[in-house]
């Protein structure tokens, strides 16, 4: 059956009786694989061929194996574009159906293949020009999230009442955006030892970045970033002539989005905050060992631990449901906006971000808030549950890497075996997920190309077959 015959099938089903008594067997029962054909993939990987192949020969379920066979490849196949650049691997990076790198979504997108690039080595050079290009971004600009391949390029948002420049796709500053690069870079280099990367052009980047931290903790003035869009949308501006609602200085780094690029409300966002804390230890290592600058290694370090001590003492909050929790996000003078967001970073995801133990207590309460109706963005039907937010601007609107997050950070196979069980159905018969989905018509989605959410999935599906393959055949 083609997309459009399955959509008019599911409009004149409910979502309830159509997910729950029906199988999506019943309309592709061949799951013909959904990928480009081997020509027009963009980027080809051996060691990612023989991943999908095992996975396929091991899975009895062949709804999940067709879907980790369009999804897991996702990335490599439609939206890499690996070259050289003075010598060096470049690799540009877009989101899907936006012709524009995001920082976060192209370390997020490249980053469930570090596991294989030891003994790939094209994929290895592809993943370096990943981490290349992002240090040229953040030298760019360290307060865009966005950036266009054509540096002369400008774009949809050259109104922006910010500090906007030719090859900036959008400028929104969200703390997350200068932590994900980090974040490849070090585990990049933990996996490979290959240190030609971290040359002095990417210690320009970490500079960069610890001077973005350190002004946006807002000792001693606002600092020189401001933001503001003629927009309909709320969560597209900032109030306050564009550098968001006053905080009180404690420690904590102001981030001005989050990483749904929404405009906070109270400008300490905490998961970012835990990001950053992590971040900050993992860029102090790097230049200690690689750059051997001890003194950029110590600035780096102390203000890792100055966010961590702020964290401690202004992110958790007492709940009335769940007891001490962390806030999602603060102001330093003792309000706290009680929520989280699909996105990640967030408080659900700290454990996949190294940010956290899932065993710790506060994490733990946490979590039973955040996946409960307690929190003003959880989702629950018959069809599935989790969590979504306001970027998509309608509610009831489940976002599939929510649900992702709670598997990758579950320790309970039954919570997994769900997960995997409302993915799974939430794909509307398109063979990939999506930005967000309707909690009681699957078939109603928004964004039919977002890389991130397919490429994590895989990321998902790959560690549950190595860890749990039982829940995969269940």
């Known amino acids: 059956m083609n997309r459009n015959k399955f959509l008019k099938s599911a409009a004149l089903l409910s979502g309830a009786v159509f997910m729950n008594d029906l199988s999506f067997a019943a309309f592709d029962a061949d799951f013909i694989s959904k990928r480009p054909p081997l020509a027009k993939r963009n980027f080809q990987s051996k060691a990612i061929e023989e991943a999908i192949k095992k996975f396929k020969a091991g899975v009895k379920n062949k709804e999940l194996a067709y879907l980790f066979e369009n999804c897991f490849p996702n990335t490599l196949d439609t939206t890499v574009f690996h070259s050289e650049k003075d010598g060096k691997p470049d690799t540009y990076v877009i989101t899907g159906d936006i012709d524009a790198m995001w920082l976060r979504d192209s370390c997020a997108q490249v980053w469930p293949y570090l596991s294989f690039i030891k003994k790939d080595l094209p994929l290895q050079k592809l993943v370096a020009g990943v981490i290349n290009r992002q240090a040229f971004c953040v030298i760019k600009d360290p307060y865009a999230n966005a950036f266009y391949k ?15 420049k030719p090859g900036v796709h959008e400028r929104k500053w969200e703390i997350d955006s200068l932590c994900y690069p980090i974040r490849l870079a070090h585990k990049y280099w933990q996996i490979t030892g290959d240190v030609k990367p971290f040359d002095d052009h990417w210690k320009q980047s970490i500079i960069s970045i610890l001077k973005v931290f350190k002004e946006q903790q807002r000792k001693e003035n606002l600092g020189s970033y401001h933001f503001q869009r003629s927009a309909s949308t709320p969560t597209d501006t900032v109030p306050m002539g564009g ?12 981030s001005i ?3 749904s690029d929404d405009a906070t409300i109270y400008p300490y966002l ?34 890792g631990l100055e966010v ?23 102001d330093g003078y003792g309000n706290s906006n009680m929520m989280d967001d699909a996105n990640i970073p967030s408080l659900l995801a700290l454990p996949y971000l190294d940010a956290i133990s899932v065993s710790d207590p506060v994490y733990q309460n946490t979590r039973k808030f955040v996946l409960s109706e307690n929190n003003p963005y959880f989702y629950k039907s018959s ?42 159905k939430s794909h509307a018969g398109t063979g990939f997920m999506h930005e967000s989905f309707n909690k009681d018509n699957p078939a109603d989605f928004t964004r039919k190309w977002f890389a991130w959410a397919n490429t994590i999935f895989g990321e998902f599906l790959w560690k549950v077959y190595q860890e749990k393959p039982h829940l995969l055949n269940a």
């Open 150 to 164: 054509d540096q002369s390029q400008v774009g949809e948002w050259k109104s922006d009442f910010t500090d906007m």
């Open 243 to 254: 550098y968001g609602f006053p905080v009180k200085p404690v420690g904590l780094i102001c």
């Open 257 to 259: 989005f989050r990483p």
């Open 270 to 303: 905490i998961p970012s905050n835990f990001f950053a804390a992590v971040s900050l230890k993992q860029a102090s290592e790097m230049v200690r060992t690689i750059s051997k600058d001890y003194s950029l290694a110590d600035d780096l370090k102390n203000l």
């Open 308 to 330: 961590e001590q702020a964290l401690k003492k202004y992110a958790i909050v007492k709940h009335p449901f769940a007891g001490d929790i962390y806030a999602f996000e603060v």
């Open 383 to 424: 069809i599935a549950e989790g969590i979504g937010g306001p970027h998509v601007q309608k509610p009831d609107m489940i976002w599939p890497l929510s649900i992702i997050a709670r598997g990758l950070t579950s320790t309970d196979e039954a919570e997994i075996k769900l997960c995997i069980q409302m993915l799974q």
